[in-house]
């Protein structure tokens, strides 16, 4: 198997290889040419990379080969969402037909019917050709409430996409809506606590013990587990437990820019923080009584890690007005959640952190996509822009991460259509959520 693998992803170089280099055609490009470039390299992770059996988000894809033991077929539910969410977009744009896309949608489907599940909540990893649990830590062998949440997102948007189609295609529709009512938001506040908790396993119980508090990524998973039509939280649950009764409020500055929010354990986050709630969930013009504008408060979030790079009070090669990003990536020394500050930028730009962004600051994402377009293929893969690169140690590792794969397409075709902003808005039950919790948009 391993040596099955190895021969696709050398295939798959190898024909990359023999294409001209992006820097050869950049400037023949058009903006929306430079998009659609990167927005179907970045699909193909999700389809010609996707885990045979379940159709699922690889965990990784390195284009070296080199792999951590037993972990080429794991699949990730977070991940996956997001490529999920993806491929819609790909179906969409005709990448691939749409009874194409049916198909590799039912393959998901049927999977998910059938593989672990934990109180209705999905792991973070699986063995895609089992179905079977893949710990994520010792004691993170069962639920995992926040990756659930992200993959929902997606089947909600899928959802939408069908629900109105042809026979075979409301009869998804009717099976993703069953996966979703089987959630049980409920059983995760353990014992009817006013909060959210990350993990449950059925070998160590809530051991993990990790409370959900914001603000961070997991916005979107309080909005879905109030927006449950069968086991939906109470509204006090977020006042209380993700709100914290309004201590989330904290309005501060980060490079002369004005923030709202308690970020948790920092001024400012990693960018992943601005994307992974937001690829179905549209903050534009989203509010409620802890943020007067989802978007702005994103928008700057987004503008403080670009100035915090541009400022580079830590001197390293490359970084500037057109090359920056810090957010949770691979990193020189392993895996790293970098961020807009000396003890979390160790130097590393992740491609998705400035391209996800696209949706709060078009002119300077784009910038940045032209100019890693213009490095070439050092930078530039058969699934579009490698996971993360440093200049300064001369460190341009050719591997993949599905969970910062996925945020650059949805983005990049939020940011071209809003489809997948649309579908998800769309859903009833999102809606309903959304006014239990008092939130609000305008126009």
Known sequence: MRIKYSLILLTLLLGFTQCKSPAEKSDQLSDDALLDTVQRRTFNYFWDGAEPNSGLARERIHIDGIYPENDQNVVTSGGSGFGIMAVLAGIDRGYVTREEGLARMEKIITFLETADRFHGAYPHWWHGDTGKVKPFGK???????????FIMQALLAVHQYYVKGNEQEQA???RIDKLWREVDWNFYRQNDQNVLYWHWSPEYGWEMNFPVHGYNECLIMYILAAASPTHGVPAAVYHEGWAENGAIVEPHKVEDIELHLRYQGTKAGPLFWAHYS??????????????????????????????????????????GPDCWGLTASYSVNGYAAHAPNERDDQGVISPTAALSSIVYTPEESMQV??????????????????????????????????????????????????????????????????????????K
């Open 139 to 149: 004691k993170d062998n069962g639920g995992d409430l926040v990756e659930t949440s």
């Open 172 to 174: 998804l529709a009717a």
């Open 278 to 319: 937001f690829l179905g969930l549209n903050p534009t013009g989203l509010k409620d009584e802890y943020c007067n504008s989802y978007f702005d408060e994103m928008r700057n979030l987004t503008l403080v890690n670009r100035a915090y790079c541009v400022r580079n009070p830590k001197k390293y090669k490359g970084f």
């Open 369 to 442: 996509m032209r100019h890693l377009y213009e490095m070439g293929n050092k930078v530039f893969g058969p699934y579009g822009f490698y996971d993360a690169f440093s200049e300064t140690d001369n460190w341009y590792p050719q591997r993949y991460l599905a969970i910062d794969q996925g945020p650059i397409a949805v983005m990049i075709e939020n940011y071209r259509t809003g489809l997948l902003w649309k579908l998800f808005m769309s859903h009833p039950d999102v809606q309903q959520g959304l006014t239990k919790l008092g939130f609000s948009t305008t």
